[in-house]
């Protein structure tokens, strides 16, 4: 079956260090998404990605979906306490029978901000 | 209102009890999800319901019973779980094939 794969499983920097997390799948996919959870809490949606090569950003995340729609990265550029976390990518099948309901989550990054 | 809730926050319950999670939102999302989630990993997905028919079923065993009474809530019926079963239960709603909004959550432990 589909398998979204990411790395690393963990990743600890020093405030004000840019952070990259990736993200691979077994099978093209229709769309990816990206989450964040911050401990102790629920995944919250912060983007969803389309096109083959598509790039977003948002103030300091930007996010990339790879031209055979089969990987994509979210990078933070200099890093501060608030982006605690783990960040979880989420990728739907390009051709699933499940209606397009059916999202698979990577294994997801736990970053560390050591101020 | 931009926010999915679930009750109730906490839950402990024996093998032998009857439970159920709830959860609602009032976003006009036509898609709601279950998910479970251990500590340390992803979600999981469980069950979706799609124009409140259920479209998934992710081999989830009968213990677990999903339901959904209308647009915008979405129970699921918990009976003779295992203590392995105590996870956080999510549960999300998106228009289709959009990104989904989790609630907080249900912490169930079983005794």
């Known amino acids: 079956g589909q398998q979204v794969m990411q790395i690393p499983q963990y990743q600890h920097v020093q405030e004000g260090e840019d952070f990259t997390t990736y993200c691979n799948s077994s099978t093209t996919l229709s769309n990816i998404q990206w989450y964040k959870q911050r401990p102790g809490g629920h995944p919250v949606f912060l983007i969803q990605l389309v096109k083959s090569g598509e790039v977003k950003k948002q103030k300091r995340l930007t996010f990339q979906f790879g031209e055979a729609k089969k990987n994509s990265s979210l990078h933070i550029t200099a890093t501060q306490t608030t982006d605690v976390g783990t960040y979880f990518c989420a990728g739907r099948g390009g051709s699933d029978n499940t209606g397009g309901f059916k999202t698979i989550f990577g294994a997801g990054t736990r970053l560390f901000v050591k101020a | 209102d931009t926010e999915v809730t679930q009750t109730p926050k906490h839950l402990v319950m024996g093998m032998t009890n009857k439970k159920s999670l709830k959860c609602e939102q009032h976003?006009?999302?036509?898609?709601m999800y279950w998910y479970k989630q251990k500590a340390k990993k992803p979600p999981e997905l469980m069950f979706v319901?799609?124009?409140?028919?259920?479209?998934i079923n992710e081999s989830v065993p009968s213990r677990f019973s999903p339901e959904c009474p209308n647009s915008s809530l979405l129970n699921l019926h918990l009976h003779a779980l295992q203590p392995e079963d105590s996870a956080l239960y999510l549960c999300?709603?998106?228009?289709?094939?959009?990104?989904?909004?989790f609630g907080p959550g249900t912490r169930l432990t079983v005794l």
């Open positions: 999300a709603s998106s228009q289709p094939l959009a990104g989904q909004f």
């Open positions: 319901y799609s124009y409140e028919k259920l479209s």
């Open positions: 976003m006009g999302h036509r898609a």
